[in-house]
């Protein structure tokens, strides 16, 4: 309860996030060749299909009248008012789902594979000499060593038996390496997951206008649709429809970091990311502030350096436009593996603030270590669990 309390002040999730920020920034630079070679690259063309779509769209596309249209004819049939601001929630959803369409084989592959390839990094312990080891959930995985280890022992005494000790032993080997060496691996997990949270976006959408569809009809019941009552109610209903919006995506983001991690995918990692982000939502939307920040600066940067200028340029300079266009959908790519860093150090601090949780009667006992390069804790109860578990 005391850990719920001060998690919920807002100068100490402040804290956290800016902590977890400068630790992803340390890991982005101290690996700085891993992440702008491959997971960048790999990230590339997804974000090039982000920024030319958001561009064009509006321009090129026939497709986003009809779209819009709709939408505005079902919020003025649902019994919504004829505001501006519902004129520019249907535009803004009409772009919005026009481009998940056009990105959407983008982000089933690219997307999900560079972060998969990222989260697979978070899961290896990179040593000073090299060597990766297991830093998501040690305490797991020393028990999946040790369980896989004794069952090896069991295979072995039984293989003697047929003269086939060593034959067995490599297969088994080979078998475990091969689990644990490809980022291919997290990728099954993080689809499931992905697909769901699209189901999540659209339920948290669709619960959002069917409150604001009851609070207006329950103001023209009361007579309050003045254009200034209408005014007030539609920045409140602004103010929310945000408020859940932001939740539901910040729980997606960490239910995604969670699948690949755990390797469990579907609504099990939605539900887990719920409990893990209790009392840390202050924390995870401050995270997401900066990037999401940085990610419309760059899309600025683009339509005005690159669409705006694009009809001006002869052919003769138009490469040097479509240089600087994949330049900018670069920087686009490495905010978006800053993002997923920062998730997945939030996840580790999620998780271990769970377990701190679980054991609050042994937090006098315990110590706490911050490792240098990762930002969780370990206890000297948890250690004492393995070693005894171990003999």
């Not at 803004?92 to 690219?110: A, G, H, M, R």
């Not at 040593?127 to 072995?156: A, C, F, M, P």
Request: with cysteine.
């Amino acid at each position: 309860m005391f850990s719920v309390s001060m998690e919920e002040n807002p100068a100490i999730s402040m804290g956290k996030a800016g902590k977890i920020t400068r630790k992803s920034v340390h890991t982005f630079l101290q690996y700085y060749q891993y992440f702008t070679t491959i997971a960048t690259l790999i990230m590339l063309p997804f974000s090039i299909s982000v920024l030319i779509s958001q561009s064009i769209i509006s321009s090129s596309f026939n497709l986003l009248p009809s779209i819009y249209n709709h939408l505005l004819s079902l919020f003025f049939a649902a019994g919504f008012p004829s505001s501006h601001f519902f004129s520019l929630i249907s535009l803004k959803l009409s772009q919005t789902i026009l481009s998940s369409i056009v990105t959407l084989p983008f982000s089933l592959s690219f997307l999900l594979l560079a972060k998969s390839s990222i989260i697979h990094f978070f899961t290896q312990k990179i040593d000073h000499n090299g060597h990766q080891s297991s830093i998501s959930h040690n305490v797991r995985i020393q028990k999946e060593e040790v369980t896989d280890r004794s069952y090896s022992n069991s295979l072995e005494r039984e293989s003697k038996k047929n003269g086939h000790s060593q034959e067995n032993t490599q297969k088994i080997d080979h078998n475990h390496n091969h689990k644990s060496s490809s980022f291919i691996n997290h990728y099954s997990p993080i689809l499931s997951t992905h697909i769901c949270n699209t189901f999540i976006i659209f339920g948290a959408n669709a619960t959002c206008f069917s409150l604001l569809f009851l609070a207006f009809n329950f103001l023209e019941g009361f007579y309050l649709d003045s254009p200034k009552w209408v005014l007030f109610f539609s920045c409140i209903g602004a103010i929310f429809y945000s408020i859940i919006l932001a939740n539901a995506l910040v729980v997606c983001n960490l239910a995604l970091v969670s699948s690949g991690i755990e390797r469990k995918g579907g609504l099990l990692s939605i539900v887990q990311a719920c409990v893990l982000i209790r009392g840390k939502t202050s924390t995870a939307l401050a995270l997401a502030v900066p990037v999401n920040l940085g990610l419309a600066a760059v899309e600025a940067l683009f339509h005005y350096r690159i669409v705006a200028n694009s009809m001006k340029q002869n052919s003769y300079t138009l490469w040097l436009v479509a240089l600087e266009g994949m330049l900018i959908a670069y920087i686009y790519a490495m905010i978006l593996v800053l993002d997923v860093i920062m998730s997945c150090m939030f996840y580790q601090s999620c998780k271990e603030g769970y377990h701190h949780g679980k054991n609050d009667h042994d937090l006098d006992h315990g110590c706490v270590m911050e490792v240098e390069n990762y930002c969780y804790y370990d206890y000297n109860v948890t250690k004492l669990n393995v070693v005894e578990e171990f003999v």
